[in-house]
C-alpha cells in the first residue's frame, strides 16, 4: 500500500488573489492557470491545514475569487487528479458575452467581503 503526504507543497510561491485578477484581466478565451497545486478542501480548511495560517488564509480568497468567476460563467474550474490526496486546480478563461464589456471591473465592485475563518 502507497503512503500518502497530505498536504503536499510545490516550491513555487502561491498564486495570491491580486494575481489571480490580474490574469483574468488579460485572459483570453482557453488561457488557463493553476491556482492551487494538493487538496484544496484539505489545504483551506482551518482544522485540517498544515498551510501557515496566513497562506491558507491567502489561497482561500483565491479559491473563493475563481468560484465567483466560475458561478458568473467567466471561468471554468478543472481539477486533475495528480495522486492519491494531490490535485492540480486549474482556471480556464470562457468566452465573453459582448455585452459584458468590464466585466472585471463589475466583478471585482460587486465582490461581497470573503468569509476567511479564523
Request: charged fraction near 20%; proline fraction near 6%; charge should be positive.
Amino acid at each position: 500500500m502507497d503512503s500518502t503526504i497530505i498536504g503536499f507543497r510545490t516550491a513555487e510561491p502561491p498564486l495570491t488573489e491580486a494575481m489571480f485578477c490580474t490574469w483574468f484581466g488579460s485572459a483570453v478565451p482557453g488561457d488557463r492557470i493553476v491556482y492551487h497545486r494538493g487538496f484544496l478542501a484539505v489545504d483551506a480548511s482551518p482544522l485540517t491545514s498544515i498551510v501557515p495560517d496566513a497562506e491558507r488564509r491567502a489561497l482561500l480568497r483565491v479559491a473563493e475569487r475563481a468560484l465567483q468567476l466560475a458561478e458568473d460563467g467567466l471561468v471554468h474550474l478543472v481539477q486533475r487528479r495528480m495522486g492519491e490526496g494531490d490535485f492540480t486546480y486549474l482556471a480556464i478563461a470562457r468566452p465573453r458575452a459582448r455585452s459584458r464589456a468590464g466585466t472585471l471591473a463589475s466583478v471585482l465592485a460587486a465582490a461581497k467581503p470573503t468569509s476567511v475563518a479564523a
